[in-house]
């Protein structure tokens, strides 16, 4: 028997952060499947909202309105799997960012449009709030990237016979 089979205490101790990682994994990739699953059942409009960022010659629009839809369905699965999810992870950072920066320079540049986050049916105006939301779930996104440490089996301090 291994010391942490043997000290329920200290399984207990690493289930929150445990806990917390799972729950990130399961909430950006619920928002990555479900945003990716909207974009994809209508790529026009989603291409129209792209064109409208006014960042892209208009020849890669239709291949960005078809890839990344399915690019965020590809990192929810990733994101679900434990073995690819330091690279799924990566992966939402990084589109996060890409859109923070996107709907930060239409901000910039006074352009008053729909962010396409979840299709184009859903209505919602860029803002400098959505952009914040987008720069805290890359920041998520990123811890998850971090590889999980092991817990000790015992508190070093408590190694020691007293």
Known sequence: MTASSTNPSSALQASPARLLRVLARIGLAGVFAYAGALKLADPNG???????????????????????????????LGLLWPAYTQGAAALCALMLGG?????????????????GCFGAGADAQVSWTKVALDVALAMLALWLVRPVRNMPATPPLATADA
């Open 99 to 115: 859109f923070a920066i996107a709907m930060a320079q239409t901000k910039l540049r006074g352009i008053d449009l729909d962010c």
């Open 46 to 76: 989603f291409a129209t909202d792209i064109a409208n960022y006014r960042m892209l010659p208009e020849a890669l629009v239709g291949p960005l309105a078809v890839g990344l839809p399915v690019l965020e369905l590809v990192t929810a």
